[in-house]
């Protein structure tokens, strides 16, 4: 806006700040330039090359069309992070530069003079306190700064008038004159800091956009989302209803919505009632910059690796497609995946996982293909479904398994996403299953609970549970005949002892007489009464009984094979018939 140091009240007072609108308006229209220009490329000209030619020339052909490709889209980064810049720095500008006119205002108002340097004349005035050489009630009038008590040209004026002045428009002057060097001041600070904003925007000579370019894209689209991030975080509505959010997004006008996701990608894509698409694309933008930022920490090994193999499996084809709806290196990291477009599927279950889930390559190459097999089998019985796997809180290990601090943690942030699911769902009535597994299966039941149930869920899925904190089916907020169990014989989680008979197996352990004692005394588990018993009341459906524990070495291996088709074809079916509406076909099991 002005050179460093520069400032003055007079250029605040006058700047035009719809210029500055202006100005960010054409490098608006030069970013919508680039990226159609992008899409004519890939679309026209690449696409119709790679159709119709083959061979070396067509391949270099192509490199060079790629290459134009990525020049458009730095383009249309750096140009809308230009737009985006000069629009928060015309709203920044604008309350100091209020705060200057309404002071310059009261000046006049009193009849006070503003001189060049900000510093306000009064004149002389009625006093109560007589001023010796001046009569009984004449105050003189005089000239104040403003700006901190302790500024050197403050600091002076004291020296030379050590007294408080009795004129009762001193006060009133010095009022004003700190005003005007607050907004001055103010203005100044904004000033600077957008101006090394946009300087650190130059592009360098000539136009070659390689890997380093792009790491300098991700450096300053961070650094353009410091300096004007807050306007956009002030605009979320954040405390509403999901619905609310859904609403707040459909009403923002294209350029906008451009504006979050190109910015502050990060404050999008873990918000729920923002439609999956636009969800997706903010997390595979955000997704490149946490990697970085974690690289440049020196992040955890095991969290660092499980982004890169999520962002190379984002580059794979897969059908049903991917979607990241949240990605987040926080706690034990957050990542939730979706394999169909859970906005536009009738069906569309929400898996939450258990015992010692994070983000790590585990998950992505086990706990994800989970939720694609549940996808996959859900679309044959209807192809109009989709499955997600929601790791949106801190599982517990096997330290704190035993207490329910995770799953009341969790509960309210899975309730808010099925509401989510609920509120950007396009169809009239969908079919929505929360299935939980482990003690995932406990955060489902803490929040289908509560008042209400879970928004939107018409099913809900119990797999190798432990108890999920009530007594009946009916408890969980959906009818008995909506709560489907899945509990494998040889799955010691679904034979986790409640604290009666957790102190008689510590007395087994001193005595052979104990160890008959230790056989099961009541149908309930740890957290509540068994979701695979008659008390409990739910649709208990076939599963493999899965190996045994200690004989065949694989004591938690019944636990883990649920989903997987190759390892419990009858388990995944019945899944995926509840997943895809036709509950009625499962085939059933005998209660304990």
């Known amino acids: 806006m002005s050179p460093a140091g520069t400032l003055t009240w007079r250029l605040l007072r006058d700047l035009r700040l719809t210029e500055l609108e202006q100005a960010g308006d054409g490098w608006q229209q030069l970013s919508h330039r680039a ?172 136009l070659d956009v390689t890997e380093n370019t792009w790491k300098d894209v991700a450096h300053d689209t961070a650094d353009v989302r410091t300096t004007v991030g807050h306007h956009l975080v002030a605009a979320i509505p954040v405390d509403e209803s999901p619905a609310a959010r859904r609403a707040w997004w459909e009403g923002l006008s294209d350029e906008q919505r451009r504006e979050y996701l190109d910015i ?53 084809p897969s059908e049903p497609p991917m979607l990241l709806l949240d990605i987040d290196d926080k706690g034990n990291g957050r990542a939730i995946v979706a394999y169909g477009d859970p906005d536009t599927s009738r069906n569309v279950s929400a898996y939450v996982p258990g015992l010692g889930t994070k983000l790590d390559a585990e998950f992505v190459t086990d706990t994800m293909q989970r939720a694609f097999d549940t996808a996959k089998g859900a679309r044959e019985i209807d192809p109009s479904s989709a499955s997600i796997i929601w790791l949106g809180y801190d599982a517990p290990g096997l330290g704190t398994v035993a207490l329910t601090d995770s799953a009341e943690a969790g509960a309210p942030a899975f309730s808010e996403f099925m509401e989510g699911l609920d509120a950007t769902n396009k169809n009239a009535d969908p079919h929505l299953t929360a299935i939980g597994h482990s003690y995932g299966s406990l955060a489902v039941g803490t929040a289908a609970r509560q008042s209400g149930g879970i928004p939107g869920a018409d099913d809900i899925i119990l797999l190798g549970s432990p108890g999920v904190g009530v007594d009946r089916a009916e408890d969980l907020g959906v009818s008995r005949e909506h709560v489907f169990v899945g509990s494998a014989e040889n799955d010691p989680v679904t034979h986790m002892p409640n604290i009666k008979e957790a102190a008689v197996g510590s007395a087994a352990l001193a005595s052979p007489v104990g160890a008959l004692q230790a056989s099961r005394v009541t149908d309930h588990l740890h957290f509540g009464q068994d979701p695979a018993s008659a008390g409990f009341g739910a649709q208990r459906f076939k599963v493999d009984d899965g190996p045994r524990m200690i004989a065949e070495l694989g004591f938690f291996d019944a636990h883990s094979q649920y989903f997987t088709p190759s390892l419990d074809q009858e388990s995944a079916d019945n899944i995926a018939l509840v997943v895809g509406g036709q509950p009625e076909r499962i085939s059933r099991e005998a209660y304990r």
């Not at 910059?289 to 955890?300: A, H, P, V």
């Open 264 to 316: 502050a990608p990060d404050l999008i894509g873990d918000v729920d009632g923002i439609p999956a698409a636009a969800r997706d694309e903010a997390n595979r933008r955000y997704l490149p910059l946490l990697i970085e930022e974690m690289e440049r920490e020196g992040g955890q090994d095991s969290k660092l690796e499980a982004l890169r193999m999520i962002q190379d499996k984002l580059g794979e």
């Open 35 to 206: 990226d159609a220009d992008r899409g004519r490329v890939d679309r026209a000209m690449t696409a119709r090359l790679r159709e119709t030619q083959a061979g070396e020339s067509a391949e270099a052909a192509l490199g060079r069309l790629r290459r134009l490709s990525r020049n458009f889209q730095y383009l249309h980064t750096e140009c809308g992070l230009i737009r985006s810049t000069l629009d928060a720095l015309a709203a920044d500008l604008a309350e100091p530069q209020r705060r200057l006119k309404d002071a310059l205002r009261d000046a006049e108002d009193l009849g006070f003079t503003v001189h060049e340097d900000g510093s306000v004349a009064y004149p002389a005035a009625t006093a109560d306190t007589p001023t010796p050489g001046l009569g009984a009630d004449k105050a003189p009038g005089g000239t104040v700064r403003g700006g901190f008590p302790l500024a050197p040209d403050r600091l002076a004026d004291i020296a030379r008038h050590p007294f408080p002045s009795t004129n009762p428009h001193a006060a009133r002057a010095q009022e004003i004159a700190d005003r005007i060097a607050g907004a001055v001041t103010s203005a100044a600070s904004i000033d600077a800091t957008f101006a090394k904003t946009l300087d650190g925007l130059r592009a360098a000579d000539g």
